[in-house]
């Protein structure tokens, strides 16, 4: 399992992330932040395998990306 933290408030909604996402889990939600954009987020974190290819192709690092150990 993964957690994805994004930055919504400095998110221009570019898109990049969306595109380079091996699961198409990310989109573009509904609501806009201050800077009238349209942030990224994603819609099946379940599915998040937790590459982090998200993270690393985000000009404004918005996105965190925290995988976490399983309890055995």
């Given amino acids: 399992m993964a957690t994805v933290t994004f930055r919504e408030e400095r998110c221009k909604g570019c898109e990049l992330c969306i595109s380079v996402c091996p699961e198409k889990i990310i989109a573009l939600a509904e609501h806009y932040n201050a800077m009238g954009f349209h942030p990224a987020t994603v ?20 996105i965190e990306v925290v995988k976490e150990e399983k309890q055995d």
């Fill in 43 to 62: 819609v099946e974190i379940d599915k998040c395998k937790a590459c982090a290819i998200c993270a690393r192709m985000c000009p404004d690092v918005v």
